[in-house]
Each structure stands twice: as C-alpha cells, then as structure tokens.
C-alpha cells in the first residue's frame, strides 16, 4: 500500500521543481531581449529586489500572485510566460517589432479594430521603388 502511495505522490502532468526553473529561465529570457534590468523589473513589479533575487537565484519558488505582478511589469500574459516557443519567437523579433506588440496590446478595442484596418490597408498599398 505504501508503494502505491508513493507513485500517485509522485505521479502527475507536470515537475513543479522543473516548471519553476523554466518560468524563471523565460523571465531571465525576456529582461535579457529587451534590455530590462532586474532591479527595474522588481521596481515595476512592485517586489522587492530581495524577493527578485531569491527567485532567479533559485533559493526561493515563486508564488502565484508574484508570477502576476511580473507579468503585469513585463505587459505579457502568463501564458506567454509559461509557453517556451513563445518566448523563443520573442528572442527572434527586432526590437521595433517587441514595440509595436506591446503597443497593440494597451490598446482599447476600438483601437485595436482601427488599427486592424490600417494593417489591412497598407497590405494593399503598393509602393513605389
């Protein structure tokens, strides 16, 4: 019985101990591509640098609401923080690129849709060389 016991405790979809190391590898990631200290992540993600530390050191897990709150400094989803092809695609956009998705992504839905618009008529446009 306690051999069962043990396999369903360490039976499950995901490593939690690996999916920690990995969030913490995409946050690495993403300050790396664009150039965002890690003491100006904390400061905008209202933690810390003590707490920063102690999560991309690995000494400490980091918790839910604090995964959030960097999500929020980094104007990304947590979904894209946890998805690694994600961040391996932002690695390969330029800068300008990195900008303009951000850009669209504080944008109203209005905005949004005008700009959708925009997009599709200057796909139209054929310039002049």
């Given at each position: 019985?306690?051999?069962?016991?043990?396999?369903?405790?360490?039976?499950g979809r995901y490593n939690p101990?690996?999916?920690?190391?990995?969030?913490?590898?995409?946050?690495?990631?993403?300050?790396?591509?664009?150039?965002?200290?890690?003491?100006?992540?904390?400061?905008?993600?209202?933690?810390?640098?003590?707490?920063?530390?102690?999560?991309?050191?690995?000494?400490?897990?980091?918790?839910?609401?604090?995964?959030?709150?960097?999500?929020?400094?980094?104007?990304?989803?947590?979904?894209?923080?946890?998805?690694?092809?994600?961040?391996?695609?932002?690695?390969?956009?330029?800068?300008?690129?990195?900008?303009?998705?951000?850009?669209?992504?504080?944008?109203?839905?209005?905005?949004?849709?005008?700009?959708?618009?925009?997009?599709?008529?200057?796909?139209?446009?054929?310039?002049?060389?």
């Amino acid at each position: 019985m306690s051999e069962k016991k043990n396999s369903l405790k360490h039976a499950g979809r995901y490593n939690p101990k690996e999916k920690s190391k990995e969030l913490i590898q995409n946050i690495k990631k993403i300050c790396e591509v664009r150039e965002i200290s890690y003491y100006t992540l904390a400061r905008q993600a209202d933690i810390s640098t003590s707490t920063l530390h102690s999560l991309l050191s690995g000494k400490s897990r980091p918790y839910l609401y604090t995964v959030y709150k960097l999500c929020n400094a980094l104007n990304i989803s947590i979904s894209e923080l946890l998805l690694e092809t994600e961040n391996e695609t932002m690695q390969a956009i330029s800068k300008e690129e990195q900008e303009l998705l951000r850009f669209y992504r504080d944008c109203s839905l209005s905005k949004r849709h005008f700009l959708n618009i925009y997009v599709r008529m200057l796909e139209q446009f054929e310039e002049e060389r």
